[in-house]
């Protein structure tokens, strides 16, 4: 039975429903009953798949798209103050309600586990979602990305366990109160948000915070975030009601990765946990993604799963797309889809696909996001580059943020250069497919990457390989 919707939301409005995080809430309430209506910049695969569940979406934003018996308007930190719907929901009083805490009312009730971290969190709760799903357990889950086609990012189930990504970008996971916690890493990122460590540090122990009494945090033993987090908690005595449970290659992690095995484009782990050596298939291929996997695993077994049962159905996650999603084959070229977009998920990303195709040669089209991100930590892209046999950068994707100036792409081509990469301008999106081309040979491995618009050109490169 699903649980009920509560009034404020029996009639909700998203601004910007076609989002990642937006469009699952819409699914679930959708799924759940309530008369879901919301606007967009642009029609999308995601707003079809909203229609065919019910929901209506206009395209472009007006205060006339604001139904007269709107019970709230859902928005996200990206919507702006003068959003001309939001302006007439201060006009009519119509309750705001913000993304996060929409999602935490959708966790009442339920057993919730949260996915926070710097990079993997969309990987990591798609692969407990999927594995909960093949152990009969019919989860609910909220993801940052689509599983396996338009809309997929997030499903109202039957169970009790309910699977979300925490974001911490914007502060807003500090809305939920899990059951269980995963932290994957801790870096500085979204520095528009955050200035120092000291305030991502702080974030995370709120978040920590959260966890409902006698709750579970699944937390990274070798990442040196994860690892001074972990120290700060211990220092910290107010939460000796939580079980910490560390996971690695580190010796002294609670959930030992004895050994990773790659088998071209997915992987086999090998872990110590609970005392037992246990080995399980991976269907992704790279270090990270085995790591995301063994969080998984510690995470359901905190949940009293059975530890062998979930090891095999975390075995039928076959990848998210975005995240190193192969687009196709053309003329013996094949074009890959990776998100990354930290210098951390770059580098992730590009030893994964070296460790995979060991001798193919790895063209890279990479587009930054964000210019404050660029402004940080521009040289460190750069110097991810460096693992691609050629690159091709383009200009920066803004995203919500204004040009700073002086920020551009150079910045990155610069200290790849310095690096000793291969690499190259494009400020035309139109030009990338015939650049693309005419670099590629048999065998090539071409990997379009960054959080923008980027993805769009794989389909255009492997056309034009074909032509």
Do not use: W
């Not at 110097?383 to 150079?410: F, H, K, N």
């Amino acid at each position: 039975m699903a649980p009920a919707v509560p009034t404020t939301m029996d009639r909700p409005h998203f601004i910007g429903i076609g989002g990642a995080g937006m469009s699952g809430i819409a699914k679930i309430l959708t799924q759940r009953g309530a008369r879901v209506a919301g606007s967009d910049a642009k029609d999308s695969a995601t707003a079809e798949a909203l229609r065919a569940l019910g929901a209506t979406v206009h395209i472009g934003h007006a205060a006339g798209h604001l139904a007269e018996d709107a019970t709230c308007v859902v928005v996200s930190s990206a919507i702006r103050a003068d959003n001309p719907e939001l302006a007439a929901a201060a006009e009519r009083g119509i309750p705001v309600v913000h993304r996060s805490d929409a999602l935490a009312g959708l966790m009442e009730g339920l057993r919730p586990i949260a996915v926070a971290g710097t990079h993997g969190k969309t990987t990591t709760t798609s692969m407990l979602a999927v594995s909960l799903d093949a152990l009969g357990l019919d989860p609910s889950y909220a993801i940052g990305g689509d599983l396996d086609a338009p809309g997929s990012n997030a499903r109202h189930g039957a169970g009790e366990i309910f699977v979300a990504e925490a974001d911490e970008s914007d502060r807003s996971f500090h809305k939920y109160a899990p059951e269980v916690a995963i932290i994957l890493n801790v870096e500085l990122d979204h520095h528009a948000n955050y200035a120092s460590m000291d305030e991502i540090y702080e974030s995370f122990e709120t978040f920590v915070g959260r966890l409902r009494p006698g709750g579970t945090l699944v937390i990274a033993a070798d990442q040196a975030g994860a690892r001074e987090l972990t120290e700060r908690l211990a220092r910290n005595t107010a939460r000796e009601d939580i079980e910490v449970v560390t996971y690695g290659e580190a010796e002294d992690a609670d959930v030992r990765v004895l050994k990773v095995n790659p088998r071209g484009l997915t992987s086999e782990v090998t872990v110590v946990i609970n005392g037992k050596v246990l080995t399980f298939a991976v269907s992704v291929p790279g270090r990270h993604y085995a790591h995301n996997a063994v969080a998984a695993l510690a995470a359901g077994v905190a949940l009293g799963l059975p530890l062998h049962n979930l090891a095999s159905a975390l075995g039928k996650y076959t990848g998210v797309k975005r995240r190193l999603q192969l687009k196709g084959e053309a003329k013996g070229v094949q074009v890959i889809d990776s998100y990354a977009h930290h210098p951390t998920e770059m580098t992730a990303d590009l030893e994964a696909i070296r460790g995979a195709a060991t001798d193919a040669r790895l063209l890279v089209v990479f587009q930054p996001h964000l210019f404050s991100r660029t402004q940080e930590l521009g040289t460190e892209m750069g110097q991810a580059l460096a693992l691609a046999d050629a690159s091709v950068v383009l200009d920066i994707y803004p995203a919500r943020e204004e040009p700073i100036p002086g920020v551009t792409s150079t910045l990155i081509i610069d200290a790849a250069r310095a690096a000793g990469a291969d690499v190259r301008a494009e400020h035309d999106m139109a030009a990338v497919a015939d650049v693309i081309a005419g670099m590629a040979r048999p065998g090539d491995l071409v990997l379009t990457m960054g959080a923008g618009d980027v993805t769009d050109l794989g389909p255009k490169i492997l056309a034009r390989l074909e032509s």
